[in-house]
């Protein structure tokens, strides 16, 4: 190994930022420190280079022996590898997976320890939280105890059970996991086929509900009210069953003892004094509300205690009064529908069914979630017909359910609909479409429309990595407000995940109102916001399709929001975009890019051409850009604006760019003159931190000098962050680089940019160069920016000079260097007359 590419090793190492990566002696002690390292761990490797890197273990995982530990089984087996917490410099923890490799000469001796810690707090952190709330809602299920919670599988095979079940059924999990649920039902039951008769209906109709004798395993017999739900997946593919089986054993010998001890009041009222006082005591003390109503005369005959606290909030209000006058409305409907039944069924032979419900009802406490029952007593012989009604209060009970719910179909952050809510209303918005779409009258140019607009905030990632998750959190829960603030009545917004929102809205005509609402979205989101001293700005870029113009579906809707979205992110975010057909051959095309692309970096065909950059005034050649080329084995030549931007996406670039960079210079050091070589710089590139580590490391590895070396970044580059990117850009200087400000005029320009930091170049766009000929208002913006340059010292580049005209208006405003074909078209390496050393001079 050459002593140059001993260089480029280490300073590759030490650029790289994402992992901590140094080397330890045969003993531990830590002998280099990357800028991983620095930055994961905040120390300086003046603090660490020296001390044992045991200092990063607690005091407990020390005292335990688990720094040596490692360090031991790297010794034996070759490698060490855990995960688990590490300390900062600051006290902080971390959650690090950690690698420890031996390394050994030729000879098998043990040189020392290559150790690479990566922080994986925020991954450890989703971990936990998926699986606290994984573990919330199995304990949720688990922990029910008055109730049997389990599932069956489409056959009716029990696949879970829960304590509830295993209290009210008397099996534990392992003696019923994987039996059929039949097995709880009597042997008459089976014969006559009413297990699958149950299945069958909540199949049919999504629910079945009865109540019923059941078996325990003892073989003791239980009164049980049972529900069987369907459960299916978003396409209607039935999962299975969830299955609900309450003991109601007490309740209805109370109910049975109700009407029996009744009966036998009334028959020996004189005789039984005794045994109809125990009647009123067991009623009064019963938790459900009872009330027993005269079918004849309309009054009521009994009210328990429960059911006079329930209504009245006093003793005594209820008994003796007319049932119409005193009981709330459903309760009154409820009783009346009772004997009703009573009377549809005389002389049938067969007795009247209950009649139940469950509903909102006003009570002397307000409104209470109540579940009612009501059924006829007597009315056979000479006994009086009477209604039994029984209500229970479960208001807590329905609200811990709604919670539940809630908690089900809402994004925990903000509070919006999750994504399940979403497709739901979106399900509901396509199905009401179509069926407005098919009723007569309905105007087929400008009939109903549903639209999908799919949000995402711009440079959010860098707010978070930045000013941390709490500063992110609290912006998402702001911007959610004021999106929903610019909403209209009927109008849906979802939190999808991370930065993703999307909005179902109703619309008519051709999206007009789509875009209206995305205007008002976007500029909700324009605001700035104050969080802890920051002065947060973002922006919302939004993908819009509508129904049934663009599809369907949901799923197709959802996908050509998608689509949409990624147009207004690639044309310059902070706006929105109209899904049309293109976008679709558009997004084949670029995943085939994508593809494509991985193979051709592994393939090395990637490679680099070289323009000339001209002096205006003799036309000399002073120096060349590099231009990346990619010439596909099958498709031929690929433009870069098709595949940068895929590149910028998957990040791929950095690869890329490391490569043109290495590239360049090793070229530009075999050339026989000194001319300069531009090389330009993503704003995906300019986000890392390791840029100007690498920059150094292609400088070193090909021995060209600093300064021979030009750096062309762009205008956007500029717009994030501006203090991290002045920060690079002076660290970029230090190492003796030109720094050119490229397409200027074209974007957000700003003066204030030209006075915190000195660039060395301004290039003038090609679009103003191309009219400057013909248009005042382009030959205006070339005089501003070369006076401007003028009177600061920095050169200007003008580039896609085509012309001689155009060469000589350029010359004439006092541009400094001509760059386009009039000089010379991009060539091969082994093309430019470098290689010969002769001198390249073109007069225009």
């Known amino acids: 190994m050459t002593a140059s590419t001993d260089v480029l090793y280490r300073l590759l190492v030490q650029g790289v930022t994402d992992y901590a990566i140094y080397m330890l002696d045969p003993s531990g002690m830590v002998v280099n420190w990357n800028a991983g390292a620095a930055r994961i761990k905040r120390y300086a490797a003046a603090e660490i280079v020296g001390r044992h890197f045991s200092c990063f273990y607690g005091a407990e995982d020390r005292a335990a022996g688990l720094p040596e530990a490692g360090l031991r089984q790297a010794r034996e087996t070759g490698r060490f590898e855990a995960e688990g917490w590490r300390f900062r410099r600051d006290g902080t923890s971390f959650w690090a997976h950690v690698v420890i490799d031996a390394i050994r000469d030729d000879d098998g001796r043990l040189i020392g320890f290559a150790k690479i810690t990566r922080d994986r707090t925020d991954q450890q952190r989703l971990l936990q939280?998926?699986?606290?709330?994984?573990?919330?809602?199995?304990?949720?299920?688990?922990?029910?105890?008055?109730?049997?919670?389990?599932?069956?599988?489409?056959?009716?095979?029990?696949?879970?059970?829960?304590?509830?079940?295993?209290?009210?059924?008397?099996?534990?999990?392992?003696?019923?996991?994987?039996?059929?649920?039949?097995?709880?039902?009597?042997?008459?039951?089976?014969?006559?086929?009413?297990?699958?008769?149950?299945?069958?209906?909540?199949?049919?109709?999504?629910?079945?509900?009865?109540?019923?004798?059941?078996?325990?395993?003892?073989?003791?017999?239980?009164?049980?009210?049972?529900?069987?739900?369907?459960?299916?997946?978003?396409?209607?593919?039935?999962?299975?069953?969830?299955?609900?089986?309450?003991?109601?054993?007490?309740?209805?010998?109370?109910?049975?003892?109700?009407?029996?001890a009744k009966e036998r009041a009334e028959r020996h009222r004189d005789e039984h004094a005794a045994a109809s006082a125990f009647l009123d005591s067991v009623i009064a003390t019963m938790p459900s509300s009872v009330v027993v109503q005269d079918a004849r005369t309309g009054l009521i005959l009994l009210a328990n205690r429960q059911a006079e606290l329930l209504l009245c909030r006093c003793a005594g209000e209820l008994v003796g009064r007319p049932a119409a006058a005193v009981l709330p409305t459903a309760l009154g409907a409820l009783m009346a529908a009772a004997l009703a039944n009573a009377g549809a069924s005389a002389g049938t032979g067969h007795p009247a069914s209950s009649v139940n419900a469950e509903a909102q009802v006003e009570t002397a406490w307000g409104a209470r979630i109540l579940r009612m029952r009501a059924l006829a007593i007597g009315g056979r012989g000479e006994q009086p017909l009477h209604g039994l009604l029984i209500a229970d209060d479960i208001s807590d009970e329905h609200a811990a359910r709604q919670r539940i719910h809630h908690l089900a179909h809402h994004d925990g952050l903000t509070g919006l609909p999750n994504r399940e809510l979403f497709r739901q209303r979106l399900a509901e918005a396509l199905a009401a479409e179509a069926a407005k779409a098919d009723a007569p009258g309905v105007d087929a140019i400008l009939g109903p429309s549903t639209a999908v607009l799919c949000l995402d905030l711009d440079g959010f990632k860098c707010i978070n990595d930045t000013l941390g998750h709490p500063v992110g959190d609290h912006l998402l829960r702001v911007l959610a407000r004021r999106l929903w603030d610019a909403l209209r009545p009927g109008d849906t917004l979802a939190r999808l995940g991370g930065d993703e929102f999307a909005v179902v809205a109703p619309v008519l005509g051709a999206g007009a109102e789509a875009a209206a609402l995305a205007d008002r979205l976007i500029a909700a989101a324009r605001q700035p916001v104050e969080i802890d001293g920051h002065r947060i700005e973002t922006g919302l870029s939004i993908g819009i399709a509508l129904a049934p113009e663009d599809a369907s579906s949901?799923?197709?809707?959802?996908?050509?929001?998608?689509?949409?979205?990624?147009?207004?992110?690639?044309?310059?975010?902070?706006?929105?975009?109209?899904?049309?057909?293109?976008?679709?051959?558009?997004?084949?095309?670029?995943?085939?890019?994508?593809?494509?692309?991985?193979?051709?970096?592994?393939?090395?065909?990637?490679?680099?051409h070289y323009q000339p950059i001209v002096r205006a005034e003799d036309g000399a050649t002073v120096g060349y850009e590099a231009l990346l080329r990619w010439h596909h084995p099958v498709r031929g030549p690929i433009s870069p604006l098709d595949f940068i931007p895929v590149a910028e996406e998957t990040g791929m670039i950095d690869e890329i760019g490391t490569f043109v960079l290495h590239e360049a210079c090793r070229e530009a050091s075999r050339w026989t003159s000194d001319r300069t070589i531009a090389v330009n710089l993503s704003p995906a590139q300019f986000r890392s931190s390791a840029l100007a580590a690498q920059v150094a490391a292609a400088l070193a590895a090909s021995g060209l000098p600093a300064g021979r070396l030009e750096l062309e970044i762009t205008e956007s580059v500029l717009l994030d962050a501006s203090s991290n990117n002045l920060a690079l850009l002076r660290q970029l200087k230090q190492l003796g680089t030109r720094i050119a400000l490229d397409d200027f005029g074209t974007g957000y320009s700003s003066l204030s940019y030209l006075c915190t930091f000195r660039f060395d170049k301004i290039k003038i766009d090609r679009s103003f160069i191309r009219e400057i000929c013909d248009s005042r208002e382009a030959l205006a913006v070339v005089q501003a920016i070369t006076g401007l340059s003028r009177s600061l010292g920095i050169a200007t580049t003008a580039e896609g000079v085509e012309s001689a005209e155009q060469a000589a208006c350029l010359r004439r405003e006092g541009c400094t260097q001509l760059q386009g074909y009039l000089y010379g078209r991009p060539v091969p390496a082994d093309a430019l007359p470098e290689r010969a050393g002769a001198p390249i001079r073109l007069e225009a």
């Open 129 to 260: 939280q998926h699986r606290e709330e994984e573990r919330r809602f199995r304990l949720l299920v688990q922990g029910v105890t008055d109730c049997a919670l389990y599932m069956l599988d489409p056959t009716g095979i029990v696949v879970n059970w829960n304590a509830g079940a295993e209290r009210t059924n008397g099996y534990t999990a392992a003696e019923i996991v994987g039996r059929h649920f039949s097995c709880f039902y009597g042997a008459a039951d089976r014969a006559a086929g009413l297990p699958e008769a149950g299945l069958r209906q909540a199949r049919e109709t999504g629910r079945f509900e009865a109540e019923d004798w059941r078996f325990r395993r003892d073989g003791t017999s239980f009164w049980a009210h049972v529900v069987i739900d369907a459960i299916r997946d978003d396409q209607g593919a039935l999962l299975g069953f969830a299955k609900i089986t309450r003991d109601r054993t007490e309740r209805r010998a109370q109910e049975l003892q109700v009407v029996e």
């Open 554 to 608: 949901a799923d197709e809707l959802l996908r050509c929001g998608d689509l949409a979205l990624y147009e207004a992110k690639r044309t310059g975010r902070g706006r929105h975009a109209r899904f049309h057909g293109a976008l679709e051959a558009s997004a084949r095309y670029r995943r085939l890019i994508e593809t494509d692309l991985r193979e051709a970096i592994a393939r090395r065909e990637l490679f680099l």
